[in-house]
């Protein structure tokens, strides 16, 4: 049995001719990474399709993720082409990776307007559009931001770079009441951003410590600079070291035990000769009678507030007392109710107006 060639004399001749396969229109990958995220800690997908691309297109020579790219063997063109050579190129099924440049982001204008507007023409088969992110910000990325942000302040902001830590003592004080307020009111708007001015203290002195010089006369650091790092150091070792429930061995089914803990270890770091050091007297008044009882309940002393003269002081010393026993913030209970006074005021106003 012989089998003739297609065409040959006596082969069948095909009623219709074979449509030709519509080429695979290829991709055009455009891969983010966060900036606050160290250059190089790419997702497994992002390095897959680093490694498979075809092309791969940044313009910015300096882009901090090349370093890495060029180590794993990924050749980087800087000659960005046009949207209409580049939707040209991934006709057949080529892919290209685009390293968008910038703070921002978005990447090369001239390539990205190009291609939506190639795409709204219609009169061209646009390759796949994909938007690959490489690395996500961790939890906590935007502070290294307001770090940033802060340091250029404080070069540039001709009142900023003249502040000191005695000059904005003020504002510390002045935010934590706001922020106070705006739990007490319940206002979440009011509440984030007030977190926010009060975190800008923090940030604010920690850059102005970088500054400081000095040292003890051992050589040991003491007036010298420290930065903000060093003040996260310090709090987590502060945190872990006063919850050895979480951190360590020890157990706590309740709050109480939890206070118990954090007293016991508190006692062991500070060393204090009496239960009352520490207690900022510059405090409100009403919360420092109440700091005081608490302390000498706490420590298990017996002391009495003292009567005094049994002037209008001695008297409100004692409510203090009396309210912090009963597991009363006497300040914020006055607070609340000075509130209310406020609110009989208004109201007595707008009755006398009317």
Same mark, same amino acid.
């Given at each position: 049995?012989?089998?003739?060639?297609?065409?040959?004399?006596?082969?069948?001749?095909?009623?219709?001719?074979?449509?030709?396969?519509?080429?695979?229109?290829?991709?055009?990958?455009?891969?983010? &990474?966060?900036?606050?995220?160290?250059?190089?800690?790419?997702?497994?997908?992002?390095?897959?399709?680093?490694?498979?691309?075809?092309?791969?297109?940044?313009?910015?020579?300096?882009?901090?993720?090349?370093?890495?790219?060029?180590?794993?063997?990924?050749?980087?063109?800087?000659?960005?082409?046009?949207?209409?050579?580049?939707?040209?190129?991934?006709?057949?099924?080529?892919?290209?990776?685009?390293?968008?440049?910038?703070?921002?982001?978005?990447?090369?204008?001239?390539?990205?307007?190009?291609?939506?507007?190639?795409?709204?023409?219609?009169?061209?088969?646009?390759?796949?559009?994909?938007?690959?992110?490489?690395?996500?910000?961790?939890?906590?990325?935007?502070?290294?931001?307001?770090?940033?942000?802060?340091?250029?302040?404080?070069?540039?902001?001709?009142?900023?770079?003249?502040?000191?830590?005695?000059?904005?003592?003020?504002?510390?004080?002045?935010?934590?009441?706001?922020?106070?307020?705006?739990?007490?009111?319940?206002?979440?708007?009011?509440?984030?951003?007030?977190?926010?001015?009060?975190?800008?203290?923090?940030?604010?002195?920690?850059?102005?410590?970088?500054?400081?010089?000095?040292?003890?006369?051992?050589?040991?650091?003491?007036?010298?600079?420290?930065?903000?790092?060093?003040?996260?150091?310090?709090?987590?070792?502060?945190?872990?070291?006063?919850?050895?429930?979480?951190?360590?061995?020890?157990?706590?089914?309740?709050?109480?035990?939890?206070?118990?803990?954090?007293?016991?270890?508190?006692?062991?770091?500070?060393?204090?000769?009496?239960?009352?050091?520490?207690?900022?007297?510059?405090?409100? &008044?009403?919360?420092?009678?109440?700091?005081? &009882?608490?302390?000498?309940?706490?420590?298990?002393?017996?002391?009495?507030?003292?009567?005094?003269?049994?002037?209008?002081?001695?008297?409100?010393?004692?409510?203090?007392?009396?309210?912090?026993?009963?597991?009363?913030?006497?300040?914020? &209970?006055?607070?609340?109710?000075?509130?209310?006074?406020?609110?009989?005021?208004?109201?007595?106003?707008?009755?006398?107006?009317?």
């Amino acid at each position: 049995m012989t089998t003739e060639a297609p065409g040959a004399p006596g082969a069948p001749e095909s009623s219709e001719a074979s449509p030709a396969a519509a080429p695979a229109p290829g991709r055009i990958v455009l891969l983010t &990474a966060s900036h606050r995220v160290a250059p190089g800690l790419l997702s497994w997908p992002a390095w897959q399709t680093l490694r498979g691309a075809d092309r791969v297109l940044c313009a910015d020579a300096q882009h901090p993720q090349l370093p890495y790219l060029y180590e794993a063997g990924v050749t980087v063109e800087h000659d960005v082409p046009t949207a209409d050579e580049l939707v040209a190129f991934c006709a057949g099924g080529r892919t290209v990776v685009v390293l968008p440049t910038g703070a921002s982001g978005e990447g090369d204008a001239r390539l990205t307007d190009g291609l939506a507007r190639l795409a709204g023409s219609n009169r061209v088969q646009m390759p796949d559009l994909e938007l690959l992110p490489g690395s996500y910000d961790l939890p906590g990325a935007r502070l290294l931001d307001l770090v940033d942000v802060m340091d250029r302040i404080r070069r540039e902001c001709p009142w900023s770079s003249r502040q000191t830590h005695e000059g904005l003592a003020k504002y510390g004080i002045e935010e934590a009441y706001e922020l106070v307020e705006a739990i007490e009111a319940g206002d979440r708007t009011e509440l984030r951003e007030e977190l926010g001015d009060v975190l800008l203290q923090v940030v604010f002195h920690a850059r102005i410590a970088q500054e400081a010089t000095g040292e003890e006369e051992d050589g040991e650091a003491g007036d010298g600079p420290f930065s903000i790092d060093d003040v996260a150091a310090t709090l987590i070792d502060k945190l872990i070291h006063r919850h050895p429930h979480v951190f360590g061995d020890e157990t706590a089914e309740t709050p109480a035990d939890v206070k118990a803990h954090w007293l016991r270890t508190k006692a062991i770091e500070k060393q204090r000769d009496s239960v009352t050091e520490g207690i900022p007297l510059t405090q409100p &008044a009403l919360a420092l009678a109440a700091k005081l &009882a608490s302390r000498v309940r706490s420590g298990g002393l017996d002391v009495a507030p003292p009567a005094g003269d049994g002037g209008i002081g001695y008297e409100l010393l004692a409510l203090a007392a009396r309210a912090e026993a009963a597991g009363v913030d006497p300040e914020t &209970a006055l607070r609340a109710a000075s509130r209310a006074y406020r609110d009989a005021i208004v109201a007595a106003e707008k009755a006398g107006a009317q």
